[in-house]
């Protein structure tokens, strides 16, 4: 490499290029956006989670002050505008499909959960359509709540497509094969869990600002999105059904994500469609209630898990039987998130002869749950790791030797587990002990005794981690009932002075993709990184693509780019052969340079550039001029991250509060482009996790109504409830892609519930504590100790 | 309606606004400055922090009408020209942001917040951050930024 690559190539911490205009208050988020002459929309949304609407009475708020228009689901379907759809089913264990529900954009007939849009109200500023929703009256006829999911078989039929309100009863991998496992164990050990319900809150609220221009008939939407070309292909091709071409969407600068804006949601079809109807532009902005209220949450899963060891304690076999609450819609990625991302995942880092489990998803009056962070892989991982835990407890041994006798031996990768994957390639034990080194695991022992004489529970635990992402081989995607191609998309184009403008699929969304794109092609053409700017968000100007969720950025949307950038190589050789009158076999293509071999003979690449633009002397009878490729990129496989994380806390016995007070995460990523960024995505996926295993807990009163509904209620992580984070890494390159690649956003999120809890239940395992749900919450934390006295004192 | 006028950045704003504008919908929607930013409705998110006459203030919390002649600095005014502020420069260097969307006002309260205490320790600003919530950078890497910004700013630790 020449000393530009070095400075700011593939494995560079470069500091993002994107980062000014947002340290200025310059960046532009959609609600930051305004159109003249737009209007405001006002949503009204049901107070009740289920009940038959018997009539809507919309006068009053037709003649308040400022409102333009009053519409109900009626005029939407009078328009025969269609709702949002499913984007993955999964077959059901009797050969019966997924019941799919309609889902109309606004209420019809019935409500199905607290939020659930009954009319948009149109008017000159937001407060007048919010004063002129209050004048809507709503008579409806109260039906029985479906809250409790694991139940919800036997509450009140929500959908009449949905019998015992059960949207799919899913499963994966040999139930007898796993039983006889099982039943010729030495041990069984058995545990339930649950993986609280979470709200993904990103800090951007959810925003749409939609115009029609009559002149022809087209469309143009700025969204909070994190895949604009999805929400285009969604919105024209099944809810408006309009051509492509006529629908512009743009997903400016996006203020965080977590699955939350990967969907259409309701809000931004009808502010579409009202857009062509009033013949204004429309914009609607979320407040953080509706936020909590109608952005999809994440997670709701209780698991029954049974696992299996021999006379040696290695693992026989593992059945898990779930029940996940998948809320009053079908979201689009609700369905395979806890099956195909889920159970494919239960064999985790460990060597398992048999695995059966079983996936029942539940239709409830509360929100849609689709993807957070992590989206299947934190419930597998928990519900594994927290076993594995327990079991390493019940037969007393090291929970860190349990692991390791039973990691798959890193010479049998590739590895194919009973659920589905092939593990392409992997090496677990370094990342087991380099993260009990960073954490001076073999010491704990004296820092728990200091932390008693203090009058505190000091305690460990461990979580070790795969993941299936870089989302995906688009045949396995369609086998396994996905309606989508999963591949991705990038054109480079090289201007005429050598400089690089890159047009990818991917979708940054705080994930620093400016950079790290731009490091790769700088890298691998041997020129400045300032020179090459990367393009993103809108359908316009990007090729068609599939966005960003699943860690997919860099090892499918970065891969792509690396196959436009060899093409542009293999056609600036043809280009430099001509120049240099010499056999496009002798061209090396080295530090920017093409050089013919064994001579001193040779062009710079802004040389090839302005030759293909300036084509005076240029192979055109064999060539076209010009320098611009796409790529199409379609992984072979997933990639799959792997990582030990150990959390150390201390539990105060007088007010049960639980304070982590060490961290070490050691991650094997395959290479890394940009460690800094890798790292900052390390630290935001641990907090979310350790914010689920501590704080956040969506809660449903019995009557569907959403208790924590704001930031009074909704514990999210502060800055003085987290530790620093020491991350370190192993490295074996993916063989999947050509950047070895594999990807780093969910892993923390993935990675930390279980061993924080594992912490937790070791610091209170000397009072006989076994088990601690999520969050531990100091309230609940201080009962359990007071339990365990209490019966001490039996 | 009522007319409000105060200082933003340095400039005089004048206008003609509803009695209950928010001091964060005069900056945004009236005067048209978007980088002051509204995450949540119940004051907890901190990305509407500004500065009032020097002291943080979350600007979703007070009306315009309160802030009639103050002297108020948003994130569009911290830096001078094109020479970012050092906490603005710190954030930069140690990757303090990810999305972006609570950095201004994560940036406006760790500015006051060292003005006042130029030697703050890791635990001051932890606990001086509780009003600010960011979700992408589990805040190790805001308390460096922090931390860097301080030392810029002339503090010792």
Redesign the interface.
């Known amino acids: 490499m020449n000393e530009v690559t070095k400075i700011d190539g593939i494995g560079s911490s470069v500091?993002?290029t994107?980062?000014?205009?947002?340290?200025?208050?310059?960046?532009?988020?959609t609600?930051?956006i305004n159109r003249p002459g737009q209007v405001q929309a006002y949503f009204l949304r049901s107070d009740v989670a289920h009940a038959k609407i018997k009539k809507i009475d919309i006068k009053n708020a037709q003649s308040a002050p400022g409102v333009i228009g009053v519409f109900t689901g009626d005029d939407i379907a009078a328009d025969k505008v269609g709702g949002p759809i499913c984007g993955w089913v999964v077959p059901c264990r009797d050969g019966s499909a997924t019941k799919e529900p309609p889902h109309p954009l606004l209420a019809q007939g019935k409500v199905r959960f607290v939020g659930d849009a009954i009319a948009v109200v149109l008017a000159e500023t937001a407060e007048q359509a919010k004063s002129g929703a209050e004048l809507i009256d709503v008579d409806y006829e109260e039906l029985s709540p479906v809250v409790d999911f694991e139940n919800a078989g036997d509450g009140a039929q929500i959908h009449d497509e949905v019998p015992n309100n059960c949207y799919f009863d899913w499963e994966l991998g040999d139930e007898k094969a796993t039983a006889d496992a099982l039943s010729g164990a030495k041990k069984i050990v058995k545990l339930r869990v649950r993986n609280n319900r979470l709200v993904p809150?990103?800090?951007?609220?959810r925003c749409a600002l939609a115009e029609f221009d009559n002149l022809d008939d087209s469309y143009t939407l700025h969204t909070t999105s994190q895949n604009p070309h999805l929400t285009r292909l969604v919105l024209a091709a099944f809810m408006f059904a309009i051509p492509e071409s006529k629908l512009r969407v743009i997903a400016p600068?996006?203020?965080?994500g977590?699955g939350s804006k990967i969907y259409v949601y309701i809000e931004e079809a009808v502010c579409v469609w009202a857009s062509k109807k009033v013949g204004r532009p429309v914009k609607w902005t979320a407040?953080?209630?509706q936020a909590f209220l109608t952005d999809c949450h994440g997670r709701d899963h209780v698991n029954d898990v049974q696992l299996g060891l021999d006379e040696n304690n290695k693992i026989v076999g593992l059945r898990v039987d779930t029940v996940c609450n998948l809320g009053a819609y079908l979201s689009a990625f609700s369905v395979v998130v806890p099956t195909y991302l889920h159970g494919t995942l239960l064999s985790g880092q460990y060597d398992i002869p048999a695995i059966y489990t079983n996936v029942k998803g539940m239709a409830t009056n509360t929100v849609n749950v689709d993807a957070y962070r992590g989206a299947g892989r934190p419930e597998a991982t928990y519900l594994l790791e927290r076993t594995m835990e327990t079991a390493a407890r019940e037969v007393g041994m090291d929970p860190a030797e349990f692991r390791r006798i039973n990691f798959i031996p890193k010479d049998a990768f590739p590895y194919q587990t009973q659920v589905a994957l092939q593990y392409d390639i992997g090496d677990y034990e370094p990342h087991l002990d380099k993260a009990m080194e960073m954490i001076d695991y073999s010491n704990f022992e004296k820092r728990r005794a200091e932390a008693a004489k203090r009058g505190m529970y000091r305690g460990i635990g461990i979580s070790s981690y795969i993941e299936a992402c870089g989302l995906a081989p688009s045949a396995v995607v369609g086998a396994l009932g996905g309606r989508v191609g999963l591949w991705e998309s990038a054109s480079v184009r090289v201007n005429p002075t050598g400089t690089i403008s890159v047009f990818t699929g991917s979708h940054s969304?705080?994930?620093?993709h400016a950079t790290t794109f731009a490091q790769i092609v700088a890298d691998k053409l041997g020129i400045p990184m300032e020179n090459v700017e990367v393009v993103h968000g809108d359908t316009d100007k990007t090729p068609f693509g599939m966005g960003s969720y699943g860690s997919r950025s860099l090892a499918s949307g970065g891969s792509a780019i690396s196959k436009a950038v060899d093409k542009i190589i293999n056609k600036s050789k043809k280009i430099a052969a001509h120049l240099l009158e010499a056999s496009e076999d002798d061209i090396d293509f080295k530090d920017g340079k093409f050089v013919v071999g064994g001579t001193d003979k040779e062009k710079a690449f802004g040389e090839i550039a302005l030759a293909a633009y300036v084509p005076h002397n240029y192979p055109l009878e064999t060539l076209e001029p010009g320098l611009e490729e796409n790529a199409f990129y379609d992984p072979t496989n997933f990639v799959y991250p792997s990582g030990t994380h150990i959390a150390e806390v201390e539990v105060d016995p007088a007010t049960g509060v639980v304070q982590v007070v060490d961290w070490a995460a050691c991650d094997d990523f395959g290479n890394l482009v940009n460690p800094?960024?890798v790292?900052?995505q390390v630290?935001?996926?641990?907090?979310?996790g350790i914010g689920q295993a501590l704080l956040e807990d969506a809660h449903y009163d019995e009557n569907g109504q959403l208790l924590t509904a704001?930031?009074?209620d909704y514990c999210?992580?502060?800055?003085?409830d987290?530790p620093?984070?020491k991350v370190g890494y192993t490295t074996t390159p993916s063989t999947v892609n050509d950047l070895g690649v594999k990807g780093c956003g969910e892993a923390?999120a993935i990675a930390s519930p279980p061993a924080l809890i594992n912490a937790v239940i070791d610091a209170l395992s000397p009072l006989g504590v076994t088990d601690m749900s999520m969050p531990a919450t100091p309230q609940k934390v201080w009962k359990a100790i007071q339990d365990s006295q209490s019966v001490a004192a039996e | 309606m009522g007319e409000i006028s105060l200082k933003l950045n340095g400039k005089l704003e004048t206008r003609d606004v509803a009695d209950n504008t928010l001091l964060v919908d005069f900056i945004r929607e009236h005067v048209g400055l978007t980088g002051t930013h509204v995450g949540c409705d119940t004051s907890q998110c901190g990305a509407c922090v500004i500065h009032l006459d020097g002291v943080s203030v979350k600007a979703c919390t007070i009306l315009a009408k309160q802030a009639e002649g103050a002297d108020i600095t948003t994130i569009e005014g911290l830096a001078d020209g094109d020479e970012l502020h050092p906490m603005q420069e710190a954030f930069h260097e140690n990757h303090g942001l990810q999305c972006g969307f609570c950095t201004p006002g994560m940036v406006m309260s760790a500015v006051e917040m060292v003005t006042k205490n130029k030697d703050i320790s890791e635990d001051e600003i932890r606990e001086g951050l509780e009003g600010n919530i960011c979700r992408c950078t589990g805040y190790h890497n805001i308390v460096q930024s922090v931390k860097a910004g301080a030392a810029k700013m002339g503090g010792k630790n």
């Open positions: 500091r993002r994107e980062d000014k205009k947002f340290l200025t208050g310059k960046g532009k988020y609600d930051d809150n990103a800090m951007e609220p600068d996006v203020g965080g977590f407040d953080r209630t969304h705080g994930q620093g800094m960024i790292e900052g630290h935001g996926g641990i907090a979310q704001s930031y009074m999210m992580p502060r800055a003085d987290l620093s984070f923390g």
